[in-house]
C-alpha cells in the first residue's frame, strides 16, 4: 500500500462505515497500545479526557442555561480512573466558572490520583464528606450530577459500599446526570436492564457496547487517537468539527 504523504496524512480517514461500539476487552488494548506503544503517559490520558469532559459538560449545559442562582454541579468519583477523570473534569469546570463540589468517598492511594486531588483542593473546590441520603437535599443544592463513579476498568461483581448506596441515590434524583465514559452499574458490553439513567452520556475516545441502547444526549471526547490505531481498529470515528475534540452523536 503507498505511503501517504505528509498532507494528506494529517487529513482523519474519510469514512462512510458505521462508528464502532467497542467491547471492555477491546478498550483495554486500545489504552495499552496508547500507553505501550504509542508512550502516551497515564496522566496525560486522565488529563486529557477529564478536559473534554468538562468541554461536553459546558456544551450539554451551558451556564445560561442552568436553573439554579449558584452554577453548582456535584461530581461524584469513584476509587480507579474514572475517578480521576471526574477530578480533573471538576477542575477544568472551575476554570469554566462552574461550582463544582466533589464527593470522593474512597481516595486511591496511588499517587497519580493524590496528584488530580491536591490539584482541586488548591483551587478551593470543596469535597463532601459524606452523600446526603436525603434526595431531596441533592436536588435543591445542585443543577446536575456528573457521574465518574464505576468506569469501563470496574467488575462489577465487586461492587460494594458506598458505591452500591451511592448508585440507588442516584436512581432516585430528579436533578440532571452525566455520565462520564460507561453510566455506572452498566455493564460495557451489554444492554442496560436496571443501572441509573443519565441524561447525558461522555463516551472517551471510543463509545462502549453498552452506548448503543443509550437514548439521551450523547457526546464522544477526546481527539487524539492516531489515525494508525484508527485504522487498526476500524473505528470509522466521526469527522469532528473544526478544531472540537467532542462531537455529539
Known amino acids: ?3 501517504m504523504n505528509h498532507s494528506s496524512s494529517e487529513k482523519e480517514p474519510e469514512t462512510t462505515e458505521p462508528l464502532r461500539y467497542l467491547s471492555k476487552m477491546e478498550m483495554a ?5 496508547l500507553l505501550k506503544d504509542y508512550r502516551f503517559g497515564q496522566q496525560q490520558l ?14 450539554a449545559y451551558p451556564l445560561s442555561s442552568l436553573s439554579k ?4 454541579v456535584l461530581v461524584i468519583c469513584g476509587p480507579d480512573q ?5 477530578l480533573v473534569c471538576a477542575r477544568h469546570l472551575r476554570i469554566f466558572e462552574y461550582e463544582p463540589t466533589i464527593f470522593y468517598p474512597k481516595r486511591s492511594p496511588h499517587s497519580l490520583h493524590q496528584d488530580f486531588t491536591v490539584q482541586c483542593e488548591k483551587m478551593d473546590i470543596p469535597f463532601l464528606s459524606y452523600l446526603p441520603t436525603e434526595v431531596q437535599l441533592i436536588n435543591d443544592a445542585y443543577n446536575l450530577v456528573v457521574d465518574a463513579i464505576l468506569g469501563p476498568e470496574t467488575d462489577l461483581k465487586d461492587v460494594k459500599e458506598p458505591y452500591s448506596g451511592i448508585l440507588l441515590t442516584l436512581k432516585q434524583v430528579k436533578i440532571p446526570i452525566a455520565s462520564v465514559d460507561v453510566p455506572s452499574g452498566w455493564d460495557v458490553d451489554e ?11 461522555i463516551s472517551l475516545t471510543v463509545p462502549k457496547k453498552c452506548a448503543t441502547s443509550f437514548s439521551g444526549k450523547h457526546f464522544l471526547a477526546g481527539r487524539f487517537l492516531p489515525y494508525d490505531m484508527q485504522k487498526k481498529y476500524e473505528l470509522n470515528l466521526p469527522e469532528f468539527p473544526g478544531t472540537e475534540c467532542l462531537i455529539q452523536l
Open 1 to 3: 500500500m503507498a505511503k
Open 29 to 33: 488494548a486500545v489504552e495499552n497500545e
Open 46 to 59: 486522565i488529563e486529557m479526557w477529564g478536559h473534554a469532559s468538562a468541554l461536553a459538560i459546558t456544551k
Open 69 to 72: 442562582k449558584q452554577p453548582t
Open 82 to 86: 474514572n475517578g480521576s477523570i471526574g
Open 191 to 201: 444492554v442496560n436492564k436496571d443501572g441509573i439513567n443519565p441524561d447525558v452520556l
